[in-house]
């Protein structure tokens, strides 16, 4: 039986912690700061101001969704799916913060393993709350593929 599944990845606790933190995140080259909010999910979520700094992740499947937050203080960022670079997308929400906001989707992708760079292009704030990775699965072995995927990103510059 195949069937086409959605999963989600929270960009909420450190690599290797399950914990979530409210200081820097492990691993993350203090780059990114992990940060308590209500209106996130899961009420927190990976921030950085820092120029370059990226946020990578790998998935198998045919389509992904990166959700954040658009506010005032938010700046340009770029998203790359393995060799492919798509234009930079700005962040800024001039007049109302918007958040769990889709920042980008593709759902034109082969059924295979993809590698995802998300880069902050500038000073202003580029903040990550959960991605959510669309699939095809088929056999008893899909949701424990799922369980092994999840766990593969890092952060850092």
């Given at each position: 039986m195949i069937r086409q599944r959605n999963c989600e990845l929270p960009f909420n606790y450190a690599p290797g912690s399950p914990e979530r933190r409210s200081e820097r995140s492990a691993g993350a080259n203090d780059f990114w700061h992990v940060l308590a909010h209500s209106r996130y999910?899961?009420?927190?979520?990976?921030?950085?101001?820092?120029?370059?700094?990226?946020?990578?992740?790998?998935?198998?499947?045919?389509?992904?969704?990166?959700?954040?937050s658009k506010r005032r203080n938010h700046g340009y960022y770029q998203i790359t799916i393995d060799t492919v670079v798509y234009p930079p997308a700005n962040g800024v929400s001039p007049d109302t913060d918007s958040f769990q906001t889709p920042l980008f989707t593709t759902v034109a992708l082969a059924n295979a393993y993809h590698n995802v760079k998300m880069q902050n292009l500038g000073t202003g704030n580029l903040d990550l709350d959960f991605v959510r990775a669309a699939m095809i699965c088929s056999g008893t072995n899909a949701d424990d593929m799922l369980l092994r995927l999840l766990g593969k990103h890092r952060w850092g510059r």
């Open positions: 999910s899961q009420s927190s979520y990976m921030v950085t101001n820092v120029t370059k700094a990226q946020a990578v992740f790998s998935f198998y499947g045919t389509g992904v969704q990166i959700f954040g």
